[in-house]
């Protein structure tokens, strides 16, 4: 776990040692991590949405007047919560997953005036989870039981998670001078739990981790 976080911290260090150059944009912002399934013994309104946050640096590249690609790095969370009521036990488990995101944003930049433009954005990116836990808490009428968090295992067995995953993001802001303040969706595309070989409706089962995200940017 050391090596791949060492592997991340690396990875964002390099994204910012260019500070100087043209077109880096520092960020940060908050996401709103949730879960989503599609097979219909697995929808249920038990499983709610957790905050997170994210943090990084993208590199605008002009292509035409008003058109950029903007590939970047992004250390990120992941996640969801759930609640299970049984009779007078209530169980909670809540799960969290640090990961890098490499999104590579196609923009459209229209200005309104010299410093004031609006902007929108889809985005390819690649998710690499890093680290991840899980944490259940029970109560039983006045009795509660809280369990320390249990890091669960990246593999490729049925039931693991999967480390790597890819989907959308779909963005949109505006931009003022140096700063700017968009709003965006993750919209995982791949299973984020392996589900083996096995056959039938599980096949449907789709676990994706999505994330409305808040982001601050600031133009070096």
Sequence with gaps: MKKVLLVAVMALVGCFVSANAQGLILKV?????????????????????????HVGAGYEIGIIEYFAIEPGVLFDTRGFKSEMN???????????????TIPVALKGKFPISDDFKIFAGLAPFANIGLVGNKKFDTELGDLSIDKKPEEFKFGNEF?????????????AGV?????????????MM????????????????????NALKITLGYRL
Aim: net charge neutral.
């Design 86 to 100: 049984v009779g007078s036990v209530s169980t909670k488990m809540t799960e969290n997953i640090y990961s890098i």
């Design 175 to 187: 931009e003022y001078s140096k700063m700017s303040v968009s709003v965006g969706y993750d919209m």
């Design 29 to 53: 912002g908050g996401n709103l991590n949730s879960y989503t399934a599609d097979l219909e013994s697995a929808k249920t309104d038990m499983n709610k949405s957790i905050l997170g946050f």
């Design 190 to 209: 791949s299973d984020g739990i392996n589900q083996g070989d096995i056959k039938g409706t599980i096949k449907d089962f789709k676990p994706r981790y």
């Design 159 to 171: 039931g693991d998670k999967n480390r790597i995953n890819y989907g959308l993001n779909f963005n």
